[in-house]
């Protein structure tokens, strides 16, 4: 079992930025891939970015690529999603997720039901 919990969430204005970290609690933390997801009402959860167990990889959605940077601390079980230049369509809450890298491959890793574990999520709201 893996409990997550996010934080950093927040208010920012349009082109600001924020950090959102995801503590990991329970079994290895370095033995999972972590990813993170956004949702906003009445959509399906979309796929924001991931990163390998080793953090040898990171992958992001078109839509954050250039913008969003998503890192791991292994020794401290965290993970972060660095989000510059933020805009009023980046409002949503922010999941962070696990899944055991096993089952981490290019064909699924941005799909939310390959995904074990999942934080409460954090509210991202950004204003115009």
């Known amino acids: 079992q893996v409990q997550l919990v996010e934080s950093g969430g927040g208010l920012v204005q349009d082109g600001g930025s924020l950090r959102l970290s995801c503590a990991a609690s329970?079994?290895?933390?370095?033995?999972?891939?972590m990813g993170w997801f956004r949702q906003t009402p009445g959509k399906e959860r979309e796929f924001v970015a991931a990163v390998t167990w080793s953090s040898g990889s990171t992958f992001y959605a078109d839509s954050v690529k250039g913008r969003f940077t998503v890192s791991r601390d292994n020794a401290k079980n965290t993970v972060y999603l660095q989000m510059n230049r933020l805009s009023p369509e980046d409002t949503a809450v922010y999941y962070c997720?696990?899944?055991?890298?096993?089952?981490?491959?290019?064909?699924?890793?941005?799909?939310?039901?390959?995904?074990?574990?999942w934080g409460q999520g954090t509210q991202v709201t950004v204003s115009s």
């Open positions: 329970g079994r290895t933390f370095s033995s999972y891939a």
């Open positions: 997720a696990a899944r055991e890298q096993t089952t981490f491959t290019l064909a699924t890793y941005n799909l939310s039901n390959g995904y074990k574990y």
